[in-house]
Structure formats: structure tokens, C-alpha cells
């Protein structure tokens, strides 16, 4: 089966705090690719990140950083020192080689920063 | 350069009635994805379309359709809504598709009453 979990629903943090947003996926390809995705209250999907399945490498964007295990079949995004503007909800997803082209979305972690 | 655009941005439909939406891309990109977000279901993948022909499709009944334009435009039709059918449509575009350089539209927001 192919299947992306973000068992945090709602998460909610005071500005400055560090929060890790947590994704485990599933799937029988060797070759995929995962991403995280940002919605803003104005509904675009905003893209944050791409990984294929071949690279490991930790990343780090700004604020943001990236955590690939395959391992144990995990993506986490970590964000350092919350911002209110981080409020969102964010999405892990997956894409499955034989899928080709079809986003698998977790259910989305609805993020809260408060001042 | 302009981002992908989705007309319009809300519409009510009565059930039974169909409806159109559409999505015009990134200039240059060829690819259109279409998507509906439920509070129920989450994000799932209806269908893409690549250089006027329906490359991918998700598990929807056949009521959900769509078409491409040789400007890649895209236009997604719902026949006979139902209320289930209540949601936000997203549209992705990106150059080949398998390029994965999805970017969303801020989506038509569906609600059938």
C-alpha cells in the first residue's frame, strides 16, 4: 500500500519554540519521491521541499530543516524558532514511482504560533 | 511571471446541477493536476492532464472529467453534484509532469447545496 501518516493532528506552539512535524511513509518502490507542502488560510499549496528516495541528506533551508530516514520510512520538518507567520497547515506527501505523476497527501498537521 | 489561476474562486451549485472549473497554468507548463480537498478525505488526486491527453487518473466516478487545451489550459466538469461533492478544487501545473515541480493554485472553493 502506499500511504503517507502525519499522526499530528494539531500541533500549537508560543513564538520561538522549535516544533518537529512528524511523516511516515509507505511504499514497495525503491524509487520515489517526497515532498512538504505549506497552506496558508488563502488555500494555495505552497511547495517546501522535494526529496527522491536516493537521497539522504539532512537539509536545511533557513528556518526549516529536513529529516530523511529511510529507515525507519520517515520525513520529518523541523522548524527552528516559530514564527506567527508558520501558522498553517502543512502536508507531507508521497509519490510513489509506478504512480508517476500522483501526489499521495497525509492528512495535513494544522500548525498554531501564537505571540 | 504569473502563478497558476483558477476561475472562479467560489461557486454554489444546487444538487443535480454540473459545473466547470478552470485552471490556466504556469506559462510554459504543460501539465495540469487536479485535486479535491474534503475535511473528510483530505487531499486526493483526481486527474492529469499532459499536452491535451489524460496522462493519470485517481479513483473518482466518471461524473468527475476534465479536458486540456492546446494552450494547457485545463477545465475539470462535475455532472450531477452531489453534496459530498462540496470541496476545495486545487489545480497543480509543472513543465512535464514527471518534472515534480508542482505549483498549486489557489483553488475554486465548490459548495453544493
Known amino acids: 500500500a502506499q500511504k503517507v501518516t502525519q499522526a499530528q493532528t494539531e500541533i500549537s506552539v508560543v513564538e520561538k519554540e522549535d516544533v518537529t512535524l512528524d511523516c511516515v511513509y509507505e511504499t514497495r518502490d525503491t524509487t520515489y519521491y517526497l515532498f512538504w507542502y505549506k497552506q496558508p488560510p488563502s488555500g494555495e499549496l505552497v511547495f517546501l521541499i522535494r526529496r527522491n528516495s536516493f537521497d539522504e541528506q539532512n537539509e536545511i533551508s533557513g528556518r526549516y530543516s529536513w529529516n530523511f530516514q529511510k529507515s525507519t520510512s520517515s520525513f520529518n520538518f523541523t522548524i527552528t524558532a516559530s514564527q506567527v507567520v508558520d501558522s498553517a497547515v502543512y502536508f507531507c506527501a508521497l509519490i510513489p514511482n509506478q504512480a508517476g505523476t500522483a501526489l499521495i497527501f497525509g492528512k495535513g498537521t494544522t500548525l498554531s504560533v501564537s505571540s | 511571471k504569473a502563478g497558476v489561476t483558477q476561475t472562479p474562486r467560489y461557486l454554489i451549485k444546487t444538487r443535480g446541477q454540473q459545473v466547470t472549473l478552470s485552471c490556466s497554468p504556469i506559462s510554459g507548463h504543460r501539465s495540469v493536476s487536479w485535486y479535491q480537498q474534503t475535511p473528510g478525505q483530505g487531499l486526493q488526486f483526481l486527474f492529469e492532464y499532459f499536452s491535451e491527453t489524460q496522462r493519470n487518473k485517481g479513483n473518482f466516478p466518471g461524473r468527475f472529467s476534465g479536458r486540456q487545451f492546446s494552450n494547457s489550459r485545463s477545465e475539470m466538469n462535475v455532472s450531477t453534484l452531489e453534496l459530498g461533492d462540496s470541496a476545495l478544487y486545487l489545480c497543480?501545473?509543472?513543465?512535464?509532469?514527471?518534472?515534480?515541480?508542482?505549483?498549486f493554485g489557489s483553488g475554486t472553493r465548490l459548495t453544493v447545496v
Open positions: 497543480a501545473s509543472s513543465l512535464e509532469g514527471t518534472d515534480y515541480g508542482y505549483t
